[in-house]
Structures are given as C-alpha cells and as structure tokens.
C-alpha cells in the first residue's frame, strides 16, 4: 500500500515558536506538495518541489519555509509560528505523469496559541 | 493561473436517492486531468474518480459518475444510490499536463446523507 506519512496528527505551538512539520512518502514520487485546508477556502499550496533540494512557491507561500534534503521526505517549516497560521495542514505526492493525481497524508491539525 | 469553483458549500440527499455536486474550471490549456477527492471525518483524502480532458467518454467507478463538459469547463460529480458511507468532504481538483504537477482544487463541498 502506497503512504504518505506525516508526523503529527495534533500539534499545539506557542505564538512565535519555530515549527516544523515532517512528510515521508514511500512511493518514490518526485512531485512532494504542502497544502492548507481552512473552511471555505478548500486546500491552498504552500510549497511544493519537483526534485531534491529543489522548490516552489505555491499560493500563500508567506510565513513558510521548506526543504527537501532527501526525495522521500519533505518538511514544513513555520519560521514563527502566529495565530493566523492555526489550520489543517496536508502533504502530498505524485509522479510527473501524475495521472492518478496524489496521495495524501492524514493531516496535522496546528493550533498556535 | 488556473481555478476551480465549487459553488456549492453544503448539500444533503436521502439514503438511497442521487445527487448531483457541481464544478467549472478555468483554463488557458487543452490537455489536463480533473479530479474528485473525498474527504470523509477521518481527514484522509480518497480519489473517487479521475478524468482525462482528451477523452470523450465520462468516466465512472460503480455509483459515481462525473458529466464532463470540456467546452463549458464543467466537471460534475454524479452518486447515484447514496450511502450513509458517502458523507464527506468533496473536493474538485484539476491539473494541467505542463510545467508544474500541481494539483488545484475548489473551496469544497459537504455532502450529508439523510438516513
């Protein structure tokens, strides 16, 4: 079975904390995706990378930080951590074909207080 | 830039009847694929069903079905004999064959079955 895993289901950060969300994928995908889910507004991209060390800007890209260091794992980083950033957070992968869209992580709910 | 729109934030059908959740896209290319994502209580995103804009035919997978109106750029999601198992998020997303794989998606629809 294909997976895409992220570290946590539930993280609760303080106001300025740096954050880092992990996504490990198993499926040798090159394409690796980190959305936002909020009420409304559907899944926005944040960042995404095609390839080792290399990156994107999604949509909303402002008050986030990536990397990729190696092609199974790619993480999330929230330089300082504000409330407006608390939401649903979502990885995903797909090959460059990408017929079969993309397999997703199970989500981390962050909460910054 | 491409765009999904889902104009449809909350829906509900009895068990057993079929209902219909709508999807329009914008885009400047010929060739991509569009999606429909479920999103059920537990948060794991399930592809439902897929099609590719160069095929005529409307795709299906058992009760669901999509109407696809490439001209228009339409893309609705057909359940048909809806299950208590049907309630979830849904999701329309597209992605266009070039340059960046990224997926698109719409603001999303809540789908409650009534019992």
């Known amino acids: 079975d294909v997976k895409v895993t992220q570290s946590s289901r539930y993280l609760v950060k303080r106001t300025g904390e740096k954050v880092f969300l992990e996504c490990v994928q198993d499926m040798d995908h090159e394409n690796m995706f980190w959305y936002r889910q909020d009420p409304g507004l559907g899944l926005r991209l944040i960042y995404f990378s095609y390839d080792v060390k290399m990156k994107e800007k999604g949509d909303i890209p402002e008050g986030y930080s990536v990397s990729r260091e190696k092609k199974e794992r790619f993480s999330l980083i929230l330089e300082s951590a504000s409330t407006n950033q608390t939401s649903m957070y979502l990885c995903a992968s797909n090959t460059r074909t990408g017929h079969v869209g993309a397999f997703f992580g199970q989500g981390t709910r962050l909460t910054v207080v | 830039a491409q765009t999904v729109t889902q104009s449809q934030p909350e829906m509900s059908v009895q068990e057993a009847e079929t209902v219909t959740l709508s999807c329009t896209y914008d885009?400047?290319?010929?060739?991509?694929?569009l999606f429909w994502y479920k999103q059920p209580p537990s948060r794991q995103m399930i592809l439902v069903i897929r099609q590719e804009a160069y095929k005529q035919q409307n795709a299906t997978e058992n009760r669901f079905s999509v109407n696809f109106q490439k001209a228009a750029k339409s893309f609705s999601l057909k359940i048909s004999d809806s299950q208590l198992g049907d309630a979830a998020m849904y999701f329309c997303?597209?992605?266009?064959?070039?340059?960046?794989?990224?997926?698109?998606f719409g603001q999303g629809t809540r789908l409650t079955i009534n019992p």
């Open positions: 997303a597209y992605r266009g064959y070039q340059g960046a794989q990224k997926l698109v």
């Open positions: 885009t400047s290319e010929s060739d991509y694929y």
